[in-house]
């Protein structure tokens, strides 16, 4: 049953969902890129690391034939969905999505049509060997035609500690890189949020990830066994600015931070 909460109680997940979360526009772009390399619309979809499984949510609400499968490890999350999503949802559409409290290296679940990693969630896999071994899990799990979407991001900003500050709607959310080891590729990740007249609530969520290179994603999906891979980058506004579309492409433009999709053909 859904919990009624007070004005000033602290949501992580809502403010988690505000800052950094769009499922719409994952959604979108999932069915897109499916269409596109496939010539028709992907109808089940697994979303890998899906904590609160908003993508999932947002997956079945988007057509009657779709169908979600969401895989997190931690119950937190996936309670937290079930009793705030999920309840937002009709039953035919609940009864179109399922969750599964396990590993994604090892839940046996059924073939699904695109499997979608997505914020980042793979960097917490800091070895090649243990990517590869993700990737081959994934590409298991996929339909003879299925997709591997995962995002992925970096730039020269993403090698140095830094902190980034962005207001949105009445608090303020802030993005700490902690570290960068240029020999390991690791760092460290914070997200703080602060709500007005309150202190800086520190280390709301805490990520500890490798940081991949698009070149050695896609090198490690074919040698966990795609066919084929595709880098999907962001096209620039005016003023520099990332535009949000994101289309195939071979050459990318420097820049100072980025966002980006790598996807494997099964
Ligand atoms: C960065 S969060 C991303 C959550 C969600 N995908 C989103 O976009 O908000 C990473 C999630 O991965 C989950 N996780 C970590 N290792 C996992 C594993 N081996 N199998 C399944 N989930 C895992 C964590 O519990 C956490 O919820």
């Known amino acids: 049953m859904k919990r009624r909460k ?13 800052a950094v979360q769009s499922p719409e526009m994952d959604c979108e772009f999932i069915s897109d890129t499916y269409k596109e ?27 009657k034939d779709n169908k979600a499968i969401g895989i997190d490890l931690d119950p937190e999350p996936l309670n937290y969905g ?46 090649r060997l243990m990517l590869r071994h993700y990737f081959k899990q994934a590409l298991r ?32 959310y802030f993005w700490e890189q902690k570290n960068f080891n240029p020999i390991t590729h690791e760092a460290l990740f914070h997200i703080h949020f602060k709500r007005k007249g309150e202190a800086k609530r520190e280390k709301v969520f805490t990520y500890d990830w490798r940081m991949w290179s698009i070149a050695e994603i896609r090198e490690i999906m074919m040698e966990a066994g795609f066919t084929r891979t595709h880098c999907y980058w962001e096209g620039t506004k005016r003023n520099g600015d990332g535009n949000g579309e994101f ?9 100072d931070a980025w966002v980006s999709y790598v996807v494997g053909e099964a």
């Open 6 to 18: 007070s004005a000033r109680e602290f949501d992580k997940y809502a403010y988690y969902r505000k």
């Open 37 to 63: 390399l496939r010539g028709t619309r992907p109808r089940v979809l697994r979303e890998d690391f899906c904590g609160t499984f908003a993508i999932c949510c947002e997956w079945v609400r988007s057509h």
């Open 82 to 127: 079930r009793q705030n999503y999920l309840t937002e949802l009709k039953p035919v559409q609940q009864a179109r999505l399922k969750t599964y409290q396990a590993s994604v290296l090892t839940a046996q679940v059924p073939k699904v049509d695109v499997i979608a990693a997505l914020n980042f969630s793979f960097y917490l896999f800091k070895s």
């Open 141 to 172: 799990g996929l339909k003879g035609k299925g997709l591997l979407i995962v995002d992925c991001f970096g730039g020269p900003s993403c090698m140095e500690a830094q902190e980034d500050k962005t207001k949105i709607g009445g608090f303020l």
């Open 247 to 255: 289309k195939r492409a071979e050459d990318g433009e420097e820049c």
